[in-house]
T-cell receptor, first 113, second 110 residues
Framework: SAVISQKPSRDICQRGTSLTIQCQVDSQVTMMFWYRQQPGQSLTLIAT?????????ESGFVIDKFPISRPNLTFSTLTVSNMSPEDSSIYLCSVEAGYNEQFFGPGTRLTVL | DAKTTQPPSMDCAEGRAANLPCNHS???????VYWYRQIHSQGPQYIIH???NNETNEMASLIITEDRKSSTLILPHATLRDTAVYYCIVMKTSYDKVIFGPGTSLSVIP
């Protein structure tokens, strides 16, 4: 299996600021995914992040708002930029680690005031 | 959009089998049926997947109809810890992006 950690686990931020969320995996993986889960909702895919290439964003998500870095095969960051209260969500990363399943991190709970 | 349809909620008595249905009438021949669950405040957890044969592991059984247009996830002896949202997902491979529908909220009742 793959063990995923995320930092921070939760944060409270002010409107207009930015937050960078880290996702660390205990093994090398090709593909990493970032999701958003708004309160009471299901998960929505933000983007797919492959090492060595630009992230691929889903409809409704743009790089200026959610820049992603993927510097190596075990790490990725997602930044939520110029935050507003509508960005209050849980942000999760997931990976496919070669076990015919995807593993999800514990999530980062973000509250924007 | 999600390619599956699930009931929004179900109840199950503790110790009984929980049978969670899923419709995927537009599934392609090379697409698998995956099940994940999300316990409150945690990341989703993989349960099981299958192509066309029934599958069983230590957590659950997956029954796929012969025409592959629907499936049922069976938790044989539900416990309170099985209370969660269960997602049925259709994917070609585990490397595909996972598109989550609203899922089924299962409540296991003492």
């Amino acid at each position: 299996s793959a063990v995923i950690s995320q930092k921070p686990s939760r944060d409270i931020c002010q409107r207009g600021t930015s937050l960078t969320i880290q996702c660390q995996v205990d093994s090398q993986v090709t593909m990493m995914f970032w999701y958003r889960q708004q309160p009471g909702q299901s998960l929505t895919l933000i983007a797919t992040a492959n090492q060595g290439s630009e992230a691929t964003y889903e409809s409704g998500f743009v790089i200026d708002k959610f820049p992603i870095s993927r510097p190596n095969l075990t790490f990725s960051t997602l930044t939520v930029s110029n935050m507003s209260p509508e960005d209050s969500s849980i942000y999760l990363c997931s990976v496919e680690a070669g076990y015919n399943e995807q593993f999800f991190g514990p999530g980062t709970r973000l509250t924007v005031l | 959009d999600a390619k599956t349809t699930q009931p929004p909620s179900m109840d199950c008595a503790e110790g009984r089998a929980a049978n969670l249905p899923c419709n995927h009438s537009t599934i392609s021949g090379n697409e698998y049926v995956y099940w994940y669950r999300q316990i409150h405040s945690q990341g989703p957890q993989y349960i099981i997947h299958g192509l066309k044969n029934n599958e069983t592991n230590e957590m659950a059984s997956l029954i796929i109809t012969e025409d592959r247009k629907s499936s049922t996830l069976i938790l044989p002896h539900a416990t309170l810890r099985d209370t969660a949202v269960y997602y049925c997902i259709v994917m070609k491979t585990s490397y595909d992006k996972v598109i989550f529908g609203p899922g089924t909220s299962l409540s296991v009742i003492p």
